[in-house]
């Protein structure tokens, strides 16, 4: 008889080619994956535990925009300028996220809220981490290798 082994099922998962090089931004996307898969794995649950529901979606929301704030103040230090549609888009999922946390207050974790939170919290974040941050990635790369390269064709005997 074969012994079945219940693989972890994860929603999202750390890939390298998701590294910033920027560590703060890096280690907050690592923490918001590792929170999300914590809130699938309870929404994948037959009936999830409100309470564990609740916690999770509490500490992923403080996360978010913890995480935001940072990416914000790095997008202005580098000037970038996808900084608006950017910033209008953590404004936007903040705004959704208004809305569910006041119907989750409302009707409590119907198989409809589950659906809801599990798109905008779970969907939402990895398609922003995965594809809206990338644009940010590579922009944030490009800059830091110019600015590299430009304190390395630096002639210090210059300076007086
Ligand atoms: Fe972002």
Known sequence: MSEEKKEEKQCAKWEPYMEMGHPEIDA???????????LCKELGNKEPDAEKLKAHIK?????????????????QEIRYPGYLNHYNMHRWFEKQVRNLVNDY??????????????????????SHICGTDGDLRTYYKAYMKSTMDSMAGEDPSSEV
């Open 105 to 126: 207050v409302k009707f409590g974790p119907t198989h409809t809220m589950v659906v809801r939170i599990h798109h905008l919290l779970v969907d939402w974040l990895v």
């Open 59 to 75: 500490f992923l929301l403080g996360y978010a925009a913890k995480h935001f704030a940072t990416e914000e103040k790095v997008m």
């Open 28 to 38: 907050q996307h690592k923490t918001l994956i590792n929170e999300i898969n914590k």
